[in-house]
């Protein structure tokens, strides 16, 4: 039987490799980014820019270099059919630029998404803010860490008990009437709005108490901001309260979700 505790630490030694080619690929957004860049549309209506490519075309090629063995699955190259993912048992799940609307927007809140799944299971997550040089990471067993810049890391951990006025954090560019009702029915809270994963990454670092998402997500928007929340000591899961999976059918859509950290919550109850 294989032993789980060196499978983490192989995961924890992709992690410096994996962080500094998302550092790479966030620089080569912002190159883009600070241009007069132009914006497409993909066939579901969603934008895309030359910085989409630019990071999947970076990231693609360093995973590639770094473990040849396993396949890539990426936003921007996903016509990989189920019956050929579906063999996979560990390979990487990657958004080279998650939060394309806040990009065009120029508000910052965008991310570079790279995650390992093994198992149908994120086992390291990185998520890397390109404008802030903001990085959250982590690897299974091994906890959840920010790290901004050069300067040192610092572990992170959600906050496990809800504070008396709930802190939700929910989409800036995707607000739903599902949302409004959610909060609604929680009474007491507040809400702040946010692009891409970094919303998951707020619960994280206790910023937030939970991101209810009661709309459409891939699962690269997901997998590796999942990792840093469990790594510190939150859940991610469907409205079910289950664990959220991954390539587990021909589908790449994610159910409408829950990342949080206090566990004791029926986060479920509010829906209405």
Not at 37 to 62: C, L, N, R, W, Y
Not at 128 to 153: I, M, N, Q
Not at 196 to 205: D, G, H, P, Q, T
Not at 246 to 252: F, G, I, P
């Amino acid at each position: 039987m294989a032993d789980p505790e060196a499978s983490n630490d192989e995961f924890a030694a992709l992690l410096e490799p994996v962080l500094e080619l998302a550092g790479v690929a966030g620089e080569r957004i912002m190159a883009v980014y600070n241009t007069g860049f132009t914006v497409e549309q993909k066939a579901d209506q969603s934008p895309v820019t030359e910085a989409d490519m630019a990071a999947h075309d970076t990231i693609v090629e360093g995973l590639a270099a770094l473990t040849p063995e396993l396949p890539i699955l990426s936003e921007e190259a996903a016509d990989i059919p189920w019956k050929v993912r579906r063999g996979w048992q560990r390979y990487w799940l990657v958004d080279p630029l998650d939060g394309t609307r806040e990009f065009v927007s120029r508000n910052g809140e965008f991310t570079v998404n790279i995650a390992l799944i093994d198992g149908h299971e994120p086992v390291l997550g990185v998520v890397s803010v390109p404008v802030t040089g903001t990085s959250y990471y982590a690897a299974r067993g091994h906890g959840a860490y920010k790290r901004r810049g050069d300067l040192e890391a610092q572990r992170i951990h959600c906050r496990i008990q809800c504070a008396e006025q709930v802190v939700i954090v929910g989409s800036r560019s995707h607000a739903s009437k599902a949302l409004k009702r959610y909060l609604s029915n929680v009474g007491h809270c507040s809400l702040k709005s946010m692009g891409s994963s970094i919303k998951a990454c707020l619960v994280a670092e206790g910023k937030a108490d939970i991101y209810p998402r009661l709309g459409p997500t891939c699962e690269w928007d997901t997998a590796a901001a999942q990792c840093v929340v469990e790594e510190a000591g939150g859940r991610v899961t469907d409205t079910s309260m289950q664990p959220l999976r991954y390539n587990t059918r021909d589908s790449l859509l994610n159910p409408h979700f829950f990342a949080y950290g206090d566990g004791d919550v029926n986060w479920a109850k509010y829906i209405g």
